[in-house]
């Protein structure tokens, strides 16, 4: 990739070109008077090397006209690989392990981990302030990447916790780190239940047997960088739940099979749209050291809807 003469803003992600953000970041730098109205995708496989985050670190480091980055997919693996390259990681970086925001001050680079914050606002968005105190209902969070994480920090920090919730991955060393992270935390013991779902349908028996008016969100990443679901399409929700797909855009068979039984159960489904505005407007503003009010946030979330 050829670097812009002019300050630029960058996006890591696998397939960042189809990303509603490259028609909506001009828009919103009008409106919030950016310095820049170019947003760059840098694109790295699934698979990426240590060597090859390292490097895309260094060229936001290097280049005097790279302002700063947004880190979707790959913010574990920029942390694992590239971690002692920022002199400055917030503590949510630290515990979680992952950078989904790469900014500078000055000299300085600096790391933060924005989705602790950007997933409770969502959540806030959708859920009535006082639904687990009211309904006794748990939440299952189908993958413990990245977003699966930040979703459980949240939660443990909610006024309004659930009863309990469920976190689960096909692999033993996920769970491991977010049981670690909890640890650190100082998450209570019995809050978050890790479990290991070798098939769709081990995910499925744990959703039919939560109470009605349970959170079931994807945060597999699955049905956006890949095709699929964690879950079969015999499964069964409980009645009233809420089905939070983080993903907006992608094949997004997850979001398909909940709006497939949305009327007969009485779901309440919920894309990735307003998780994307939150988590792309945070970024923004620490990128560019802006304070944004909910009242900005609205103006953006308005603008960005006509692109959608």
């Not at 006209?65 to 920022?86: E, I, P, W």
């Not at 970086?93 to 925001?101: G, L, N, Y």
């Not at 602790?116 to 959540?123: E, Q, R, S, Y």
């Not at 597999?220 to 809420?242: C, H, I, N, Q």
Request: aromatic content about 8%; hydrophobic content about 40%.
């Amino acid at each position: 990739m050829t670097a812009p003469s002019s300050d630029y803003m960058g996006f890591v992600g696998v397939t960042t070109g189809s990303s509603s953000i490259m028609k909506v970041f001009p828009l919103w730098a009008d409106i919030l008077g950016l310095p820049t109205r170019t947003l760059v995708g840098h694109d790295l496989p699934m698979d990426a090397t240590p060597a090859q985050y390292r490097a895309m670190v260094e060229q936001i480091r290097d280049d005097p006209h790279h302002r700063g980055a947004l880190v979707t997919t790959h913010k574990m693996n920029v942390y694992a690989a590239a971690s002692d390259l920022f002199d400055e990681l917030d503590p949510f970086a630290v515990s979680c392990s992952e950078i989904s925001s790469i900014a500078k001050r000055g000299s300085r680079l600096s790391g933060r981990a924005k989705d602790p914050i950007t997933v409770d606002l969502a959540l806030n968005d959708f859920l009535p302030a006082d639904h687990f105190a009211r309904t006794g209902a748990e939440v299952v969070v189908l993958g413990a990447g990245g977003s699966g994480t930040a979703l459980s920090w949240a939660l443990a920090e909610r006024a309004d916790a659930p009863s309990r919730v469920i976190a689960t991955a096909r692999d033993d060393a996920k769970l491991e780190h977010l049981r670690e992270v909890h640890r650190q935390h100082g998450t209570r013991d019995g809050f978050i239940e890790y479990v290991r779902t070798d098939a769709p349908a081990d995910a499925a028996a744990i959703v039919a047997e939560a109470p009605p008016g349970s959170l079931f969100v994807n945060a597999t990443g699955l049905g956006k960088d890949r095709p699929g679901s964690p879950l079969p399409d015999e499964v069964v929700f409980p009645e009233d739940a809420y089905v939070w797909e983080f993903n907006y855009r992608g094949s997004l068979e997850f979001l398909h099979q909940a709006r497939a039984r949305e009327a007969a159960r009485g779901l309440h489904v919920v894309d990735g749209w307003r998780y994307f505005i939150h988590g792309w407007s945070q970024v923004v503003a620490d990128v560019f050291e802006l304070d944004l009010t909910p009242e900005i946030v609205e103006q953006l979330a308005e603008a960005a809807e006509g692109v959608r």
